[in-house]
């Protein structure tokens, strides 16, 4: 049973301690709903939010000096036999200032607010003295003096209401000496509480200065760090727009160049191509309709089929220029024997060499390995030596060979053909397309030279021309070197 009603009392202290909570905590918001309206007094939507913040300030200040100011009639009022009347009537005049500049301020007269509390306050607490009572508030002339430069922004009046405070405290505090009335040798209570009073005053103004202008200034540096953040992101979107630009025309250009390029290279190619269609129309024409005999036709076979070859090659190398224009593949790369691929390309050459009677030397024997796609370099190969053999006259002589440079391979053609002038060979290094004629009439676009550059580009190699008219060329290109490690029996 006592386990019991120690359980209910407890039970009971519990809802006594919860209730009491929720009755100071309903006290609190309904002090700080309170103290809010105050401070909202004579607000304006067109107010920003520092002029609100300063406002709720001062209708702050001017509340609690208000419940202050009223101390000193009541304590009048407490003791009339020692207080006299006069003294006690004006010392309502502070108090009656708060009620006016609150008034000012709800009618939204917030200048006339301000004159009348820096004006009229420091006026009529200097008249109280004056009167020959000292109430004990003359610290509140600081005060006046501190507010006045936060709250006055004309630099006339604030200069004023600062001056007027000073002149009032040092000639009433320190000058005058004589009162009729003195609250200190009177009521000391009152005296001392009147000091404190303003002290409080004085400290709660600072503290709500320096509380609304760390709260102005913390806010405007978060204003400052988004609007930083905004820039940020709006200089990033503008560079990457600048990119997308850049990127927009030379993706232009490259079109535009590549269509220039698709221009000519039809234009050439259509006109190498009528050739040997020529021929090959006219061999089947004649067949047909003179009854050629066949030892003119053989004399004849061979053009056509130099033609043909011709064409083939031409055809072969516009489909490499196609494939890649389309795919834009990469080039697939693996490890080959150069030497290995030279003796293959040689031998799909050798009927074209016997042809024309060119001796064609292979200076490197020993294998050679490179880094790079096999079907791209045989194809550099074919068309480098199909070049030297188209401009090489006959019974003329053509050099193969490979030379290791650190950490690349140089592969090198040389012939003692016609050579190229300085024109052709700017001509071939800026992939433009022209039609010229090899020792025996073959033709040539420079398609083929212009797949080898790029393919040599996927390749991470380059291209490089010797030539001088009469006197032969060289064209070589390098590769990446494989090394390869040889182990000891």
Not at 278 to 306: C, G, S, W
Not at 312 to 331: D, P, V, Y
Not at 423 to 433: D, L, R, V
């Amino acid at each position: 049973m006592e386990i019991l009603l120690e359980k209910i009392s407890s039970f009971q202290q519990k809802v006594r301690s919860k209730e009491i909570s929720e009755v100071l905590l309903s006290v609190k918001k309904a002090y700080q709903n309170f103290l809010q309206q105050i401070r909202d007094i004579g607000t304006a939507e067109r107010m920003n939010y520092y002029e609100k913040r300063k406002l709720g300030v001062f209708n702050q200040l001017n509340f609690f000096q208000l419940l202050a100011g009223l101390l000193i009639p009541f304590f009048g009022w407490l003791h009339t036999d020692e207080i006299p009347f006069s003294a006690w009537l004006l010392s309502c005049l502070p108090a009656t200032i708060s009620i006016a500049s609150l008034l000012f301020n709800y009618q939204k007269r917030h200048q006339a607010a301000l004159l009348c509390y820096f004006i009229l306050y420091p006026f009529f607490t200097g008249f109280v003295y004056l009167q020959g009572m000292n109430a004990g508030i003359e610290l509140n002339f600081l005060l006046y003096g501190v507010l006045a430069v936060f709250f006055l922004q004309d630099m006339g009046y604030m200069l004023f209401a600062v001056a007027l405070s000073m002149i009032n405290y040092f000639v009433l505090a320190v000058l005058l000496s004589y009162f009729r009335y003195d609250v200190r040798h009177e009521f000391k209570l009152l005296y001392f509480l009147n000091h404190i009073i303003s002290l409080c005053f004085i400290f709660y103004g600072l503290y709500l200065i320096k509380k609304e202008n760390t709260s102005y200034q913390f806010r405007l540096l978060l204003k400052q760090k988004i609007l930083q953040r905004k820039n940020n992101e709006i200089h990033k979107q503008k560079e990457i727009i600048a990119e997308k630009v850049t990127l927009l025309e030379t993706q232009t250009s490259e079109l535009a160049e590549l269509d220039n390029l698709k221009t000519k290279l039809f234009s050439v190619v259509s006109h190498d191509l009528r050739t040997p269609m020529y021929a090959l129309r006219n061999l089947f024409r004649n067949m047909h309709q003179k009854d050629t005999p066949a030892p003119e036709i053989k004399k004849v076979v061979p053009d056509v089929l130099m033609d043909l070859n011709y064409t083939i090659g031409l055809m072969e190398n516009l489909l490499q220029w196609t494939k890649t224009q389309m795919q834009s593949n990469a080039a697939r790369l693996e490890e080959l024997d150069l030497s290995k691929m030279i003796n293959e390309a040689l031998q799909q050459l050798r009927l074209q060499a016997e042809a024309k009677q060119i001796y064609i030397e292979n200076k490197n024997n020993a294998p050679v390995y490179v880094y790079a796609d096999k079907d791209m370099v045989n194809l550099i190969l074919r068309n480098l030596l199909s070049n030297a053999i188209k401009f090489t006259p006959n019974q003329g002589y053509i050099e193969v060979g490979v030379n290791e440079i650190a950490s690349f391979v140089e592969i090198y053609v040389q012939d003692n053909g016609v050579g190229i002038s300085k024109e052709a060979i700017q001509k071939i290094n800026q992939s433009n397309f022209y039609t010229t004629k090899g020792t025996s009439s073959e033709s040539g676009t420079g398609l083929g030279l212009m797949l080898c550059k790029e393919f040599l580009h996927k390749n991470g190699g380059q291209m490089h021309i010797e030539s001088e008219p009469g006197k032969g060329s060289i064209f070589s290109f390098t590769l990446p070197r494989l090394e390869v490690e040889v182990e000891d029996e």
